[in-house]
């Protein structure tokens, strides 16, 4: 079955740091663009990071630049969002996307940054 799975959500205060992480099953991630998108109360989806196929390049949104790290691990087939400082606007729920002709999206995780 294909699908994304993201977990390592919770509520953390603000500076403090979390790891999410996307499980893939039924493709590999090293074969597609995969990107982090998060979506606050009230307010559209937003593009977060991105990692490219093959060689891995990276690419962020402005609001998360020198604060978050999007990377993979090819052997266990998943992909990592290291956030840290985190602020009060990065409360969202997150998710996992694969690009390409059929879009795949996990079901996202929360993240809650208050103090």
């Known amino acids: 079955q294909v699908q994304l799975a993201e977990s390592g959500g919770g509520s953390v205060q603000p500076g403090g740091s979390l790891r999410l992480t996307c499980a893939a099953s039924?493709?590999?991630?090293?074969?597609?663009?995969m990107s982090w998108y998060r979506q606050a109360p009230g307010k559209e989806r937003e593009f977060v990071a991105f990692?490219?196929?093959?060689?891995?390049?990276?690419n962020y949104a402005d609001s998360v630049k020198g604060r978050f790290a999007i990377s993979r691990d090819n052997a266990k087939n998943l992909v990592y969002l290291q956030m840290n400082s985190l602020k009060p606007e990065d409360t969202a729920v997150y998710y996992c996307?694969?690009?390409?002709?059929?879009?795949?999206w996990g079901q996202g995780t929360q993240v809650t940054v208050s103090s």
């Open positions: 996307k694969r690009a390409g002709v059929n879009t795949l």
């Open positions: 039924g493709f590999t991630v090293s074969s597609y663009v």
């Open positions: 990692i490219t196929s093959g060689r891995g390049n990276t």
